[in-house]
């Protein structure tokens, strides 16, 4: 009986791989392209399998509470990309009141330029 509790620990470790799904969510005024989420129930009808499995490779975090997205190209969540909305994993948040890519800040420096 001794070796079925290591088969027991592979077994329980290959069904919770398989209890992986993802989302996809469209994109937004500030994620402007198609993101996905991994989660780990089907309850909305998910679709199973990580979103590495289904091309979205690259990580993209939120600088507000730092929820993870995946992107599948990663100059899309760039903080210039997204107006310090987001960043990738090779940068910090900026902060919003400090943004020189938020939408007002770029339209004020248009204007101070005329």
Do not use: W
């Amino acid at each position: 009986m001794k070796f079925l509790a290591p088969l027991a620990l592979c077994l329980a470790s290959a069904l919770a791989e398989d209890n992986t799904y993802h989302r996809i969510g469209p994109p937004s005024s500030h994620l402007k392209v198609e993101s996905c989420q991994d989660i780990d129930t089907d309850l909305f009808g998910d679709e199973p399998g990580s979103c590495e499995s289904v091309g979205f490779t690259e990580t993209c975090i939120s600088c507000y509470r730092g929820a993870i997205f995946m992107v599948k190209d990663i100059s899309t969540c760039s903080q210039d990309s997204t107006e310090c909305y987001f960043r990738t994993t090779e940068e910090e948040c900026i902060g919003m009141s400090q943004c020189p890519y938020a939408l007002p800040a770029t339209a004020n420096l248009r204007a101070s330029r005329k």
